[in-house]
């Protein structure tokens, strides 16, 4: 990308990112012309198409020369170009940071197409409480951003609490934990590995009381179909559904449930915790049970769970010991400081005491989960495209805002995704998944106008996912000039930050 003058970045950017469309402020109509829409609903595209937006809301769409256009729409011929939905990234952590977040997170995302971000939550080093009130900047149009549906906080298990970590001991912490996350005003409860079963079953009973969904982990205390029966609305990573797979599923689920709390408490090194996670993922690939699969698999669909894989982060682990990972073009929106201490797998506090035969089993556990999901894609599983990105000191390497949602998407059809199965799982799923069908999703009159102008057919090639010419934000039209200048800014911005 040239080089944009300090005059374009200091005039322009500043309306981007206080979410202001660079157009005449009394134009509230814009129009595609002659686009094919990609509508997301599993119907073929549909070719030379005129597509109306005023304000926040598609108002019309039919052929081209037989739906009206208000004479102040913003009128854009799109010939050769497809329309589909914005993006979900529905696994990312690390929004809230005030800094990290509004500054390089939120542009990369928005440049990227994805209009909508599922915060996990977690451990950092702000108070969960600012997910929230970035996400409220975001509804209230006072930010340009991603719509969030966020956790905030993490219910974990007995360990040390912290920032945006909850302990969970038993069951009357469990209880005051959701009572927690409900008041705090967010958006679904966040459950992580340690949580002890009756634990896990009373914040099943009283998220539902409260009238919260609850996802996240399946913790080492139960199986997946458990968890599924519980309510869980989806499983994070694919670790919870290759243990309910294996044939000694129980046995090692003790086993790294003992092995984890040992490493929180202290009494292993953290690369001796790292190991040993490894030889569990190890032995779950080494235990994998066709019949046992077959069952699990039909009960998740039956039970209507989704699935949010993460593909994408287990490739950046299995792979980060690859020296053409560390010339990524993109690598130019991450802080210098990060990219050393953090993504460097040489400091890494997880990849460091990697040695080759540990990279080996995880580049044999990615082989293998691509083979799980195609599995349960074959089973009718309903899926979520996300991709744990978490650039922060405690995240993966490897893991671009925005960027590693297309490459999420490009695993999932190497897993045996369609395209449009692919697509939909960052599009028309999320929108399933979060109740929000009727406003949110595809691309259909009436609905908000959160979409995606591409350069080429991602039917044809889910890579092309990556070749945008504009985005529509809450109705906001930022063409390919505006999202350039995002991208720098978030370069800039990277490029000052320290840790």
């Not at 968890?227 to 599923?249: F, K, L, M, N, V």
Request: charged share 25%; hydrophobic share 45%.
């Amino acid at each position: 990308m040239k080089k944009l003058s300090a005059f374009l970045l200091l005039t322009l950017l500043p309306g981007l990112l206080l979410g202001r469309p660079n157009q005449n402020p009394q134009s509230h109509s814009l129009a595609l012309t002659y686009v094919t829409v990609i509508d997301a609903t599993g119907a073929p595209p549909k070719p030379d198409m005129t597509v109306v937006v005023t304000d926040d809301r598609i108002t019309a769409i039919g052929k081209t020369g037989k739906v009206p256009v208000p004479k102040d729409a913003r009128i854009t011929d799109a010939p050769g170009k497809y329309l589909i939905p914005g993006f979900w990234d529905m696994h990312v952590h690390n929004t809230r940071d005030q800094s990290w977040g509004k500054t390089v997170f939120l542009p990369l995302f928005i440049a990227n197409g994805v209009t909508g971000v599922r915060d996990m939550g977690g451990p950092g080093n702000t108070d969960p409480e600012a997910v929230f009130n970035i996400r409220d900047e975001i509804r209230e149009g006072k930010l340009l951003g991603p719509r969030i549906r966020a956790a905030g906080y993490t219910l974990f298990g007995p360990i040390q609490p912290g920032k945006g970590v909850i302990r969970i001991s038993n069951e009357s912490d469990a209880r005051a934990a959701v009572d927690l996350v409900k008041k705090s005003g967010a958006d679904f409860v966040k459950v992580h590995d340690l949580i002890p079963r009756d634990a896990y079953f009373a914040i099943a009973d009283e998220a539902k009381k409260r009238g919260l969904p609850f996802a996240g982990h399946v913790p080492l205390s139960v199986d997946a179909i458990e968890a599924a029966d519980a309510g869980q609305r989806s499983i994070e990573h694919e670790y919870g559904i290759a243990a309910a797979i294996s044939t000694i599923g129980p046995v090692l689920r003790k086993q790294a449930s003992e092995d984890l709390q040992s490493g929180y408490d202290g009494k292993i090194t953290p690369a001796d915790a790292s190991r040993k996670f490894v030889a569990y993922l190890k032995r779950l690939d080494e235990s994998y049970g066709e019949q046992r699969a077959a069952l699990v698999f039909n009960h998740l669909d039956r039970a209507g769970l989704w699935v949010c894989p993460t593909l994408a982060v287990l490739r950046s682990i299995a792979f980060a010991d690859d020296p053409n990972l560390a010339t990524d073009p993109r690598l130019k929106y991450i802080p210098p400081i990060l990219k050393i201490l953090a993504w460097n797998p040489k400091f890494n506090a997880q990849l460091k005491s990697y040695r080759p035969e540990e990279f080996a089993a995880f580049k044999a556990h990615f082989e293998s989960t691509i083979k799980m999901v195609a599995a349960m894609r074959r089973a009718n599983v309903r899926f979520l495209a996300g991709t744990d990105t978490a650039p922060a000191a405690f995240g993966i390497p490897y893991l671009y805002p925005g960027f590693s949602l297309h490459d999420e998407l490009g695993l999932l059809v190497r897993a045996g995704f369609t395209t449009m199965e692919a697509l939909q799982t960052a599009t028309r799923n999320p929108a399933e998944y979060f109740d929000i069908l009727e406003s949110l999703g595809t691309v259909e009159a009436g609905k908000i106008a959160d979409l995606v102008l591409l350069d080429a057919d991602p039917l044809q090639d889910i890579g092309n996912t990556q070749k945008i010419a504009a985005v529509v934000v809450n109705g906001r039209w930022l063409d390919r000039r505006a999202l350039d200048l995002l991208l720098a800014q978030a370069e800039s911005a990277a490029k000052k930050m320290e840790m």
